[in-house]
């Protein structure tokens, strides 16, 4: 039996959640409701309730005593908040996982790792950050704790488009090979370590991997100081961000 149809309102989330984690919708952007609902081609109401939506997620702001709403700004003291609670959630899943999963649960994390494997050999920007967030949410689903879930969910939101910025960002994939071969490598080892039960290897590998991406994350910061980045927010202030909307990938 098929699953209900998506109602507008859900389509709209989905549409406008993309045009943010690939920054077709930029960080620090204000977002014209109106004109976005024309752009959807729906009405303003439910393009309200899904801006309303990713507001509760911590993707788009509404400041107080103003109208109108704006992509949420990636800003030097946000970052390094959501690497601190990153660290910290990803070695409690980790050890969650390790004891609580199933056959099952290694069988879905290998084919959802299958799918970060194919984006990485396609080169493709988007795919990466998207399958990568998604296999650490499955991680999130079979920890089994709720909280753990909707904290992780939140973190991987955010990591999804920090991914989206540094892994299309960077003009030459080539030099990225050795990142994603050890992005490769971790996830491995840590289906690895879940499947024969080993909740401390996972989580010393879980924080390795951690480490693995803040450090992807700064490399793109400060690899071209002098040129154009800009987060809509205090993320290295001197430095602006230009994006092709096709690629992904920095240019100027």
């Known amino acids: 039996m098929a699953g209900r149809p998506k109602s507008v ?32 081609g729906i009405s303003r109401t439910p393009t309200r309730e899904a801006l309303f939506r990713l507001v509760s997620e ?3 702001i509404v400041e107080a005593g103003r109208s109108g709403f704006t992509v949420k700004p990636l800003e030097i003291f946000d970052l390094s908040a959501l690497f601190e609670a990153h660290m910290v959630t990803a070695r409690a899943i980790a050890r969650l996982v390790a004891v609580r999963r199933t056959p099952v ?14 984006a990485i050999e396609r080169q493709r920007p988007a795919d990466v950050a998207s399958t990568n967030a998604d296999l650490h949410r499955l991680e999130a689903s ?4 709720g909280y ?3 904290l992780a ?5 955010h990591g999804q488009r920090l991914g989206y910025l ?3 960002g960077e003009t030459d994939w080539g030099r990225l090979e050795d990142h994603f071969l050890r992005v490769r490598a971790d996830h491995t080892e840590l289906i690895e370590a879940y499947e024969v039960r080993d909740p401390d290897h996972a989580e010393a590998v879980a924080a390795r991997h951690v480490h693995l991406f803040r450090d ?7 690899e071209d100081a002098a040129g154009p980045i800009d987060l809509g927010g205090q993320v290295l202030p001197e430095m602006r961000l230009t994006v092709d909307a096709n690629t992904g990938r920095r240019v100027g």
Do not use: W
């Not at 649960?105 to 194919?118: E, F, G, H, M």
């Not at 969910?153 to 939101?157: A, K």
């Open 216 to 222: 992807r994350i700064l490399a793109f910061m400060t």
């Open 148 to 150: 753990l879930a909707g």
């Open 58 to 60: 911590g993707l788009v």
């Open 166 to 168: 540094a892994f299309g």
């Open 142 to 145: 079979i920890a089994n704790n």
């Open 105 to 118: 649960d290694i069988t879905q994390l290998r084919k959802a790792d299958s799918k970060v494997i194919r």
């Open 9 to 40: 309102m859900e389509r709209a989330y989905g549409q406008i959640k993309h045009r943010i984690m690939t920054l077709k919708l930029a960080p620090g952007a204000a977002i014209d409701d109106l004109t976005l609902s024309e752009e959807l």
């Open 153 to 157: 969910c939140s973190i991987h939101d």
